[in-house]
């Protein structure tokens, strides 16, 4: 069965640093996409940041230029680098794959009948 894992989050001082992992298995796609969303509670489901199969990466404006994205030579695990920290990055963090993620808000995070297949998600605080 398809299995979507994060992991690493925590907390962190501004202008600190995080990893978060994904960790994907079960899925036999020759080509796919996987991204991170994040979520804060009473807000839209924002697009953080995906990586494609073939390794072309994409960031959000938001995140551009403090957030990497990379994955390992396997290619079943995805890790998001998080430097220069803000309060503000403070969310659920979910990890999601499919052949195809939308870079654009949604209603919500996670699965529940959504496109592809997602993580349980992890906390990410940043304190000022």
């Known amino acids: 069965a398809m299995r979507v894992v994060e992991s690493g989050g925590g907390s962190a001082q501004a202008g600190g640093s995080l990893r978060l992992s994904c960790t994907a298995s079960?899925?036999?796609?020759?080509?796919?996409?996987i991204g991170w969303y994040r979520q804060v509670p009473g807000n839209e489901c924002e697009w953080v940041s995906s990586i494609s199969s073939g390794g072309d990466t994409y960031y959000s404006d938001s995140v551009k230029g403090r957030f990497t994205v990379s994955q390992d030579g396997g290619k079943n695990t995805v890790y998001l680098q998080m430097n220069s920290l803000k309060s503000e990055d403070t969310a659920v963090y979910y990890c999601?794959?499919?052949?195809?993620?939308?870079?654009?808000?949604?209603?919500?995070?996670?699965?529940?009948?959504?496109?592809?297949?997602w993580g349980q998600g992890t906390q990410v605080t940043v304190s000022s």
């Open positions: 079960g899925f036999t796609y020759d080509s796919f996409d």
């Open positions: 999601a794959i499919d052949y195809s993620l939308p870079r654009s808000p949604l209603r919500y995070c996670g699965g529940g009948g959504q496109f592809g297949y």
